[in-house]
């Protein structure tokens, strides 16, 4: 059974930081491309940030780039969302995804607030 827990979601204040970590088990995780999502009130959910099984290669949404940055460890199946530099644009409730053999997997989320 796939299972992604996030965690690290909270209110902060615009400008401030905070960083998001995502467990995943029930995978191999070393071969899943990882990915974090966010959905924010009234609107579709959209891609923040995505990297390659290896963590060679990742692709961020413009309007986080050079905010945030993704990495994971191997080492111990998780996947984490450093994000600096916060708008209040980017609240929303962000999501962790694992596409792993042709399939998409998804966390419950985390709300992340961020006041003005």
């Known amino acids: 059974q796939v299972a992604l827990v996030e965690s690290g979601g909270r209110l902060v204040q615009a400008g401030g930081s905070l960083r998001l970590s995502c467990a995943a088990s029930?995978?191999?995780?070393?071969?899943?491309?990882m990915g974090w999502y966010r959905q924010a009130p009234g609107k579709q959910r959209e891609l923040v940030a995505t990297?390659?099984?290896?963590?060679?290669?990742?692709n961020y949404a413009d309007s986080v780039k050079g905010r945030f940055t993704i990495s994971r460890d191997n080492a111990k199946d998780t996947v984490q969302l450093q994000m600096n530099s916060l708008k209040p644009e980017d609240t929303g409730v962000y999501y962790c995804?694992?596409?792993?053999?042709?399939?998409?997997?998804w966390g419950q989320g985390t709300q992340v607030i961020v006041s003005s």
């Open positions: 995804n694992a596409f792993y053999i042709s399939r998409n997997y």
């Open positions: 029930g995978i191999i995780f070393r071969l899943a491309r």
């Open positions: 990297i390659t099984s290896s963590g060679d290669s990742t």
